[in-house]
C-alpha cells in the first residue's frame, strides 16, 4: 500500500541517519504532521495495574467498525534507568514486551546511545529515555472495536525506578530534537484498515494523546499508622508506590520479623488500594490472640510497626491481614 510503503522508506532514511541497523528492520518511523479529512482520531493511553506491575499501551477508537492494524507506533518517555542497563553499554534496555494486538519491538533512545555514536547529547533529554515502540512490518486483524472503547496493544514489566511514564507529546521539544538532528520522528500513531475488507486503505492516521498518559512512580516511605498520612498526588498524574532496594517488603504484601519471634514482631504490611484493614494475630483454629493493628482506614501505601506480644504462649500462629481489598496471612512462630 502506498502509505505503507512511504512510511517504510522514512523508516529506511531514519536507519541510515543514525546508522542504527536495528531501527531499520523493526521500528516503524512516519512523520505525523497533518491529517487527512477523512481520517478518524484515535486516542493513546498508560495505564498501569498495581497487582501485576505492569504498564499497558492502549488505543482508543473513534469509530465502530473492524479493525485490521496496517503500521502502528508508540513512543514512550521513562526516565533514564527504568530498565536496567545493556551490559557493557551504559544504555537502557529495551522493554519486556508481552504482546497482545500485534508483534511489538522497542528501539531505545537515549543520550549514552547518542554519545557512543559520536552525536552531541541533547539536553531534552537529560535524565530521561524514548522508547520508540513499533509494531512488526506485518497487518494484525483487530476484529470489531467500539468507538470509545479502549483496545490493548501490548504491556510491560514496570520497575523500582522513580520518575514519570508518559507518552511523548506531538510537537514537544525532545521529538523536535531528535527529529531535527538524527531524521527520525518519535510519534503515536496508526494506519488502521476500517472496515476490513477489500478495496478500502488504511485511514486513520492521527497523532493525538489520551488525557491518561502519565504515570507517577515514587518511593514510599514506611509509615507508622498510628501516624500515618494521606499525600495527594499531582493533579492529572497516577501517583503509586513502588518499593524501594532498601525496602525489605518489596512486592510481598505483609510480613512478619523476627521469624521466630518472642516478645517483639515488627509487622510491615503494604495496601495497594485505600479502604479499611485491619492485622491480628491468631491460632490454627482461627481464634484471635491478640489484635496487631485495629481495623481502619488506610490510604495506599506501606506500613510497618513493632509490637510486643501479650502473654502469648509458644507454638505456631498466623498474623492475619484482613481488609476490604486485601486478604493475606503469614505463618509466625513464637518461641519462647
Known sequence: MKT????????RNA?????LGLLGARVTVAQCTQKNAKDQTVDFRLTYDKATQ????????????THRLVTAQFSIITPNGFTAPEAGSGRDS????TNINGTWQDFVFDNELFTSKAYSPLASMENVAVHQVGMAPQATDVGAVTAGVPVPLFSFVSTEQEGV???AETGEKIQKDILSRFGSNISNEMAIQAPVKAFVRAEERYCKNDVQKKIEFTKPVLIDPSAATTVKPTAGVQTVGVAGTDDLLGNEQLMVTPNPATVELT???QLLSAG???IDLVDGQGRIIQTLVARKHHAIGKYHLKVTLQDVAAGLYFCSLKGENVQKAVKVIIAK
Open 4 to 11: 505503507t510503503t512511504h512510511l517504510m522508506k522514512v523508516l
Open 15 to 19: 536507519s541510515l541517519i543514525l546508522g
Open 54 to 65: 505492569r504498564i499497558t499501551a492502549w488505543y482508543v477508537p473513534s469509530i465502530s467498525s
Open 94 to 97: 529495551q522493554f519486556e514486551i
Open 165 to 167: 511514564v508518559r507518552i
Open 267 to 269: 509487622v510491615l504490611y
Open 276 to 278: 479499611n484493614a485491619g
